[in-house]
Nanobody, 119 residues
Framework: QVQLVESGGGLVQAGGSLRLSCAAS????????MGWYRQAPGKQRELVAA???????SYTESVKGRFTISKDNAKNTVLLQMNNLKPDDTAVYYC?????????????WGQGTQVTVSS
């Protein structure tokens, strides 16, 4: 009932920038937070950045100072501005949304968008 549509991935040279966007639609009730995860080949999926509904943010250490997460509550949209990209940032990036429905937390995932950073 909730769909997450990601966009903004692509191929970029090291040092370049990309902006990922995730728009949520459907049965949106009470969002606890939204975030971005990534998974590289042969690696575990990891949290990149997250923003709570109140606006507090968190980042994995490797992207601090380079990535910025933001949200638009009215549009149920979360953005990830990625600057100074590095080859190690290459991964499939997944949008994540968590909301509370009938006192139960429910998690949703986008299908992912590929980010490839060349050296």
């Amino acid at each position: 009932q909730v769909q997450l549509v990601e966009s903004g991935g692509g191929l970029v040279q090291a040092g370049g920038s990309l902006r990922l966007s995730c728009a949520a639609s459907g049965s949106i009730f009470a969002i606890n937070g939204m975030g971005w995860y990534r998974q590289a080949p042969g690696k575990q999926r990891e949290l990149v950045a997250a923003v709570a509904i109140e606006g507090t943010t968190s980042y994995t250490e490797s992207v601090k100072g380079r990535f910025t997460i933001s949200k638009d509550n009215a549009k149920n949209t979360v953005l990830l501005q990625m600057n100074n990209l590095k080859p190690d940032d290459t991964a499939v990036y997944y949008c994540n949304l968590r909301q509370l429905i009938a006192m139960r937390e429910v998690e949703y995932w986008g299908q992912g968008t590929q980010v490839t950073v060349s050296s």
